[in-house]
């Protein structure tokens, strides 16, 4: 540690134009880039700009609508702490690195789970996939006898995580995350979908992905029969289940629960694989589990509040979509620099982010 620094560093701000007004009456409500705002003032410690809005007259901090809104401890440290989280330090080794008090950590965290989960809405629609991967992670939540579980969708190519939701290990929480998932995407009759043996997933298929008709009544009378659900040619879901001893695998049965065999060998192609396999969202648990402190296997691990373990979920899960570089998407360089000689290629929604995001988009 060096001495104290006297002068504070301002943090950046984001440029002017990349904000927007915050009255929902207003005509400019949530649009940027309408030259429409000016700064009243600055004030606090990290010279937070006052804005006014030219169009409605209301004025308001630009941290409004911001997960450091309202929040008195500084910039600086406010990110520390968020980026701790996501390293997997727990929320008290966070309060130690961070220098701040634990109550202001269990606060932060709350709300960077709130905006990432907000972000994740608004940011993850129409994704273009050919495959789906899924699977559920235990965990515990208030004390070590009540599981809650994190269950996710990925896509296996861009290991892009689609969805995420926490709850009980029930067809409700497979529902949500499933349904969750079809509703981001461009094509959801166009894809094979990947779980483990799960009874739910086989179930709620072909209501979710498949095409919903309407069978003909017998006669013309009384009520029409249930809908009934299509699978297309394009659409098939596996399920891989794994025989256990113990804790060693010792079988692993493919179980072809909806559509062809060869619609799933043709994209088993395309993406590279001998076998229909989990192995992305397998990899991707294991990552989770080191960017959060109340999910690590094999010790005294759990939120002791629900929301605590959401929020952490969601703020893992966003810094590992938008600002994690993934090894399996390096690409080759054309010409190697020096010892370099691969880069990481961009996740396909990287073209998205904004490129004056603040820390906590
Ligand atoms: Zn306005």
């Known amino acids: 540690m060096g001495s104290m620094n006297t002068t504070q560093t301002t943090p950046t701000r984001p440029q002017l134009e990349t904000l927007a007004c915050v009255n929902e009456r207003c005509e400019s409500y949530g649009q940027a880039g309408r030259n429409n705002l000016t700064v009243r003032k600055r004030y606090g410690k990290d010279q937070i ?22 929040t008195k401890v500084s910039e600086e440290k406010a990110v520390s702490v968020a980026e701790h989280l996501a390293e997997g330090c727990s929320l008290k080794a966070t309060a130690r690195l961070a220098k701040v008090h634990p109550s202001v950590v269990t606060r932060l965290n709350r709300k960077v789970g709130i905006h990432a989960e907000a972000f994740h809405d608004e940011r993850v629609h129409d994704v273009e996939v050919v495959a789906l991967q899924a699977d559920e992670r235990h965990g515990y939540a208030q004390d070590k006898s009540q599981p809650q579980w994190e269950a996710e969708v990925i896509d296996p190519v861009s290991k892009f995580v689609v969805s995420h939701g926490q709850g009980q290990r029930a067809e409700a929480l497979i529902r949500c995350l499933l349904e969750d998932a079809a509703r981001r995407l461009t094509r959801r009759q166009e894809l094979v979908l990947y779980t483990d043996g799960e009874a739910s997933y086989a179930s709620l298929f072909p209501e979710i992905f498949g ?78 589990r080191r960017m959060n402190a109340h999910q690590v296997r094999h010790s005294l691990a759990f939120s002791r509040r629900d929301d605590t373990k959401v929020a952490l979920g969601w703020w893992g899960l966003t810094v590992y979509n938008w600002s994690r570089p993934h090894r399996a998407l390096r690409l080759p360089l054309l010409h190697p620099q020096g010892k370099k000689t691969s880069h990481r290629a961009p996740r396909p929604w990287h073209s998205i982010l904004p490129t004056t995001s603040g820390q906590f988009g």
């Open 211 to 288: 095409v919903a008709y309407q069978p003909s009544r017998n006669g013309d009378r009384g009520r029409f029969p249930k809908l009934r659900y299509r699978i297309p040619r394009t659409l098939a879901h596996v399920q891989i289940v794994k025989q256990r001893e113990g804790q060693r695998v010792v079988a692993v049965e493919i179980r072809y629960a909806h559509g062809s065999r060869r619609c799933v060998q043709r994209i088993l192609k395309q993406l590279g694989y001998t076998t229909p396999n989990t192995s992305a969202i397998e990899r991707r648990n294991g990552t989770a």
């Open 49 to 70: 700009r006052y804005l006014r809005c030219r169009c409605c007259g209301a004025e308001f901090s630009e941290r409004k609508n911001t997960a450091l809104w309202n």
